[in-house]
Nanobody, 122 residues
Framework: QVQLVESGGGLVQAGGSLRLSCAASGRTSSNYAMAWFRQAPGKEREFGAA????????YYADSVKGRFTISRGNAKNTVYLQMNSLKPEDTAVYYC???????????????WGQGTQVTVSS
C-alpha cells in the first residue's frame, strides 16, 4: 500500500505565501506523476497542479498558473507546492495524489493523502 502525508497548511492573509509538502511511503515507485488537488467548501474537488516522475514537466490549472509552483524532491517520493500571491478563493483542503498509470499527469489518481487545510483571509 501507499501512504501520502501532507503538511504545511495553515492560515495566511491574502497576498501571502505557503508551502505544502507531501511525502509518499510504502510500496511506491518513483516512475509516477504526482499532483495537488483542492476542494473548497460546497464545491467539487479540482485539479491544481501536477509534476512528472522526474520533475522535468509541470502542469497547472489556469486558476493557479503563475502563482503556484509544483516541484519534486530529489528522492522523487516527495512533492511540494509553493503557493504565492494567495487569494481568499484559494481557501480549500489541499490533497496530494499519486497516479496509477505510470507518469501520466492526467491520471487516473488512485492514492490520496488525508488533506491539509489552507485558509486565506481577506
Amino acid at each position: 500500500q501507499v501512504q501520502l502525508v501532507e503538511s504545511g497548511g495553515g492560515l495566511v492573509q491574502a497576498g501571502g505565501s505557503l508551502r505544502l509538502s507531501c511525502a509518499a511511503s510504502g510500496r511506491t515507485s518513483s516512475n509516477y506523476a504526482m499532483a495537488w488537488f483542492r476542494q473548497a467548501p460546497g464545491k467539487e474537488r479540482e485539479f491544481g497542479a501536477a509534476v512528472s516522475w522526474n520533475g522535468d514537466r509541470t502542469y497547472y490549472a489556469d486558476s493557479v498558473k503563475g502563482r503556484f509552483t509544483i516541484s519534486r524532491g530529489n528522492a522523487k517520493n516527495t512533492v511540494y507546492l509553493q503557493m504565492n500571491s494567495l487569494k481568499p478563493e484559494d481557501t480549500a483542503v489541499y490533497y496530494c495524489a499519486l497516479e496509477l498509470k505510470g507518469d501520466s499527469w492526467y491520471g487516473p489518481y488512485g492514492y490520496w493523502g488525508q488533506g491539509t487545510q489552507v485558509t486565506v483571509s481577506s
